[in-house]
């Protein structure tokens, strides 16, 4: 594994990335604005770093974005990697060991979720506070390599608690409604079923999804600072629920980015 991360790294810093400060990763549906946002952009294809994934799924571009927002050096990426893809939670997670080794000393991360909060509305913003891990595996497992973290790391506060505060003192600035929850990740890629979402908000989750949780785990094994906006793609009500219709979250995705773009920017600004 370190084999691979240190050949991506040297492979990135030969394209011109050097010292970018923030990570981005930027999940279903999301990503567009936020790409605009980035001035003097050098882009990337994953398909052409070594022992990068290739995202698989339609809506993630699959590209790595380095410039300039509000005045610091970024490393965007415009599209994830799932479990369901078939990739191990290395794989999954090799990106962010990457933007460690490139120098990034904080992580953002964006993804859509489905909301089991019926106090809630599809389009809302939510900033993870805490997550459940029903995922059958963890990229920790494995010999652990100390150049990146201890064994066993703490898991007490895996979301800074600096950026969260900060997040909701920009919020509150611009007028943006934005809550604050638990978000639980499972394997995918259907979605879940009445008693799943009965089950799911019944253990303390307040939004659901497939992504996020591995990156997370290994941002905290390094020491990185993270922190990640859910956005309520679709309402999971157990009592009445609905056929799930992708290109409709997708749509919503769509609709709730310019907020969660200006949240971000304004962060990394400040932060």
């Not at 991360?109 to 913003?125: E, F």
């Not at 989750?205 to 993270?226: F, I, K, Q, Y």
């Not at 906006?229 to 999971?236: M, N």
Request: proline share 6%.
């Amino acid at each position: 594994m370190i084999h691979h991360i240190n050949e991506a790294t040297e492979y990135l810093k030969k394209k011109g990335i050097k010292t970018p400060e923030v990570g981005i990763i930027l999940g279903t549906g999301l990503g567009n604005k936020f790409v605009e946002e980035i001035k003097n952009p050098l882009v990337i294809n994953y398909n052409s770093i070594p022992h990068f994934p290739i995202s698989t799924v339609e809506f993630h571009k699959g590209k790595l974005i380095y410039g300039d927002v509000k005045g610091k050096k970024v490393l965007a990426m415009q599209g994830r990697f799932h479990y369901y893809e078939g990739y191990s939670m290395q794989q999954i997670t090799l990106p962010v060991r990457v933007m460690k080794m490139l120098g990034v000393k904080k992580l953002l991360i964006s993804n859509a979720a489905g909301n089991m909060n019926m106090k809630w509305k599809k389009g809302d913003l939510m900033v993870i506070d805490d997550h459940i891990n029903l995922l059958p595996d963890n990229p920790l497992r494995g010999p652990n390599f100390e150049i990146f973290g201890p064994r066993f790391p703490d898991m007490s506060q895996p979301y800074s608690k600096k950026l969260n505060d900060l997040l909701f003192k920009i919020a509150k600035e611009k007028k943006i409604k934005l809550n604050k929850g638990v978000y639980v990740a499972v394997m995918g890629p259907n979605l879940e079923t009445r008693a799943e979402y009965r089950f799911l908000h019944g253990i303390g989750a307040d939004a659901v999804g497939m992504s996020t949780v591995p990156e997370v785990l290994v941002a905290n094994h390094m020491s990185m600072p993270c922190c990640a906006i859910s956005v309520l793609t679709d309402d999971c009500d157990p009592d009445n629920l609905k056929p799930a219709v992708i290109s409709e979250i997708i749509a919503v995705a769509g609709k709730a980015e310019s907020k969660l773009t200006d949240l971000y920017v304004e962060l990394i600004s400040r932060s």
